[in-house]
């Protein structure tokens, strides 16, 4: 089955940068999906298909994807981006929808 | 404004059933394909099942065979009737509406399904 990849943790100082990555064999044929989920709450879409945004999201939050990594960065990052975030996809040859193990991102 | 409510979530030995129930409101739910996601506690985002607009299903093999998903349009609602549970299946239920190539724009608040005896 297909496997995602992510690292279990990212730090960043507050107003850096931080970037999650996502792995997975030509994980850039697929379409990527990225969710932030704050404890004790439901998890939330904050890139679709790469690199689209929902509404009501900020423009901090970006997406790319390409070869066997896709990436969620977040630009100028806040106390409150602090969260889970989990990369996801759809794999067609097994219609199988499969997430990554999550990535714990702390803002120092 | 889209609403997802899961309930029937509760504790049940190893061995028995559960049904969970998801209502849904503020959209054409008919139009929609529809799925159950877990989390046990501590742990990552699982997908459990899924089921499409034409009653087409869909599941992960720690699930099959188990588990079933099912729709009722005329409702508004989302099933999963889960036999034979085991401590494994210990986690929040989510439902989740499907959005363009297999995303989650919608979450409901989740229900707790506790297997122990």
């Known amino acids: 089955s297909y496997v995602l990849t992510q690292p279990p943790s990212v730090s960043v100082a507050p107003g850096q940068t931080a970037r999650i990555t996502c792995g997975g064999n030509n994980i850039g044929s697929k379409s990527v999906h990225w969710y932030q989920q704050k404890p004790g709450q439901a998890p939330v879409l904050v890139v679709y298909?790469?690199?689209d945004r929902p509404s009501g999201i900020p423009e901090r939050f970006s997406g790319s994807n390409s070869g066997n990594t896709a990436t969620l960065t977040i630009s100028r990052v806040e106390a409150g981006d602090e969260a889970d975030y989990y990369c996801?996809?759809?794999?067609?040859?097994?219609?199988?929808?499969?997430f990554g193990g999550g990535t714990k991102l702390t803002v120092l | 404004e889209v609403q997802l409510v899961e309930s029937g979530g509760g504790l049940v030995q190893p061995g028995g059933s559960l049904r969970l129930s998801c209502a849904a409101s503020?959209?054409?739910?008919?139009?929609?394909?529809m799925h159950w996601v877990r989390q046990a506690t501590g742990k990552g985002l699982e997908w459990v099942s899924a089921?499409?607009?034409?009653?087409?299903?869909?599941?992960p093999g720690s699930v099959k065979g188990r588990f079933t998903i099912s729709r009722e349009n005329a409702k508004n609602s989302l099933y999963l009737q889960m036999n034979s549970l085991r401590a494994g299946d210990t986690a929040v239920y989510y439902c989740?509406?499907?959005f363009g190539s297999g995303s989650y724009l919608n979450w409901g608040q989740g229900t707790l399904v506790t297997v122990s005896s």
């Open positions: 989740a509406r499907a």
């Open positions: 503020g959209f054409t739910f008919s139009s929609y394909d």
């Open positions: 996801q996809v759809w794999d067609s040859s097994s219609d199988l929808w499969v």
């Open positions: 298909d790469d690199s």
């Open positions: 089921i499409g607009t034409a009653g087409d299903t869909y599941y």
